[in-house]
């Protein structure tokens, strides 16, 4: 576990050591990278708004050694195939069960619930979990298990992964090297994350508050009678 706290706050040590021992290995690095944190549901703890913001910082320091345009495409190129990845495992998922049902702890009526779902909220989804850790990963497998019409999740994934790499990395160009940003780069970081997981924390409390409200609104009317 430190090893990758250590990375997560070292980014932008790590990507700048990359970069100077392997050239232009280090696009296919950031690759790999943003790939198997999109793409693979077990990798959810692997970088991913804070390498951008890194990478932004280091494209604006070391043009010569990291194009910033390079880098942008190479994100969003993984960053697709990623989410494609994950949602076809997600569809496997589903089949496998529904032609087994051996699963013990996925019922059908998940399955309907997730479809139900991703049919009504799908798009937003897709594009709000691009900027929220773990949800980010788990999103596009869910919406294959859900059965999400793919061409309504490809044209989502394609928007959420541009904006996602274009704010990411164009503030990590824009504000990376900053005196300030450089010598406080792990509380930004940290920052980042911490920001990141906002958006889940509200839905989760909103969801929360809903349930509880639905709960006293069922149980008034008994209340009501039995006085």
Not at 102 to 130: C, D, N, P, S, W
Not at 142 to 147: C, E, K, P, Y
């Amino acid at each position: 576990m430190q090893p990758i706290i250590d990375l997560f706050l070292n980014l932008d040590v790590f990507l700048t050591r990359a970069v100077a021992d392997y050239g232009l290995w280090i696009y296919a690095i950031i690759f790999v990278i943003v790939f198997a944190e999109t793409g693979l549901v077990v990798m959810p703890f692997l970088p991913g708004d804070s390498l951008l913001f890194a990478a932004g910082a280091i494209a604006a320091r070391q043009p010569e050694h990291l194009n910033v345009w390079i880098v942008a495409g190479v994100l969003v190129v993984a960053a697709i195939l990623g989410d494609a990845a994950n949602y076809v495992a997600g569809t496997h998922f589903r089949a496998h069960f529904l032609q087994r049902r051996k699963i013990r702890f996925v019922k059908q009526a998940h399955l309907e619930r997730t479809h139900v779902f991703f049919e009504k909220y799908g798009g937003k989804a897709i594009v709000m979990a691009r900027f929220v850790p773990i949800v980010r990963t788990i999103a596009p497998f869910f919406a294959g298990l859900g059965a999400m019409s793919y061409r309504r999740f490809a044209m989502y994934n394609v928007l959420g992964a541009v904006l996602w790499v274009s704010v990411c990395l164009g503030a990590g160009y824009a504000f990376g090297n900053f005196p300030i940003v450089k010598k406080n780069l792990s509380v930004v970081v940290l920052a980042i994350i911490f920001v990141s997981v906002i958006p889940l924390v509200i839905e989760w409390f909103l969801h929360r508050r809903g349930q509880t409200t639905a709960r006293v609104a069922s149980a008034s009317p008994t209340d009501s009678t039995s006085r």
